[in-house]
């Protein structure tokens, strides 16, 4: 009877774990991610994505969950292995391609060239932030340097919007994100002077509002600091000079002693 009971008993057990064994483990929900570098500016490929099972619930907003709506699409940004593509990231479903699809709207696109010097040995890359610095003659013919915009994107190098940080390039021409109002100052600092690049942090957003420098500053610094610091000395005013003429607004005087009288014209 005992062996019997026992025999029940495992049965049940064993049938218990082989249901339990045949459920399938819950999935969560759907993400498509990166599976190959992406660059910004082209369409997504299908075989640069794929869709996995998203650890947890917290799903991170925009995230496209089918590969089906993503595939030709036009990449906005550069994307890597492993991340998420979120619909911010893509231009919109009727975009073209090309730079013009990675401008946001309200801003513009302007090239300008450079050389190896003024291009920061290759170091402004697509993503960098830099500020423009203008270098010219005055309506005084003197010689002068300027900072004109500050903390302007690089969207492409030569007609790379994509490089490796770590193999900087030397190319012949930047092409800048800027507003309307700052394509109009560079259109023209570039047509006064010569046009030069300075790589800043990335991080770092303030405003350059210089005065810029001229060539006093550079060949005689400390005069020029003392020149601008001193204040103009204005003269001062004679009392003799001040009296003067109100004396002769009196007309004739008799003087006796001590004391002085205006003396009657006929």
Known sequence: MAIAIALSLGAVAAFIAARLMSVAPTSGPKVVIV???????????????????????AVPQ???????????????VS????????????????????????????KRAITVRVNE?????GFALPGSYVDVLVS???????????TV????????????????????????AVTLELTPLESEKLDLARNIGVLSLVLRNEFD??????????????????SARATTSLPVAQAVPDANTVAAPLRQSRGPEEIRGTSRQPVATP
Do not use: C, H, Y
């Open 62 to 76: 925009d995230a496209s969950t089918r590969t089906i709506s993503v595939v030709g699409r036009i990449a906005r």
């Open 117 to 121: 010097v003024i291009a920061v040995a």
């Open 136 to 146: 010219g003659k005055d309506a005084d013919n003197q010689p002068f340097s300027r």
């Open 79 to 106: 994307m890597i292995p492993g991340e998420p593509v979120l619909l911010g990231k893509l231009a919109p479903k009727t975009a073209t391609g090309g730079l013009s699809s990675i401008i946001p709207e309200g």
């Open 205 to 222: 957003t303030s405003e350059i509002n210089s005065a810029g420098v001229r060539l006093p500053d550079i060949l005689n610094p400390k």
């Open 149 to 172: 915009l500050s903390r302007l994107k690089v969207l492409a190098v030569a007609q790379e919007t994509t490089a490796d940080p770590d193999k900087p390039k030397v190319v012949n």
């Open 35 to 57: 599976e190959l570098p992406i660059e910004a500016g082209k369409a997504i490929k299908a075989d640069q994505i794929k869709s996995i099972d998203w650890p947890g619930s």
